[in-house]
Nanobody
């Protein structure tokens, strides 16, 4: 059974912090890389951050760089997204996603089509 389970969303005031978690099980636990995306109703899903399990690199969207930090615990098959200095425009449904193989699309690993498995999403709401 493939499963990604997110947690940690909630309501926070602007300037506050939240930490999201995502644990992979089943085939998702054998993935090459994990990523975070977010989506506002009526808009396209937006890339936030990604990191391969076996590389010490993380790619961030410009909109979150310097405020969000993605980390990994391979033994627990869990990734985290520490979100600091949150802004109202960060309000969205946040998803984690698992990529089972090295980049296959010319658009690169930020492309949501790269990702084979998705969690159910966790809502983050930032009030002004």
């Amino acid at each position: 059974q493939v499963k990604l389970v997110e947690s940690g969303g909630g309501l926070v005031q602007a300037g506050g912090s939240l930490k999201l978690s995502c644990t992979a099980s089943g085939r998702a636990a054998e993935s090459y890389a994990m990523a975070w995306f977010r989506q506002v109703i009526g808009k396209d899903r937006e890339f936030v951050a990604l990191s391969p399990w076996t590389e010490d690199t993380t790619d961030y969207a410009d909109s979150v760089k310097g405020r969000f930090t993605m980390s990994k615990d391979f033994a627990k098959r869990t990734v985290y997204l520490q979100m600091n200095n949150l802004k109202p425009e960060d309000t969205a449904l946040y998803y984690c996603a698992a990529d089972m193989e090295v980049t296959v699309f010319s658009s690169g690993p930020r492309d949501e089509r790269e990702y084979n498995y998705w969690g159910q999403g966790t809502q983050v709401t930032v009030s002004s």
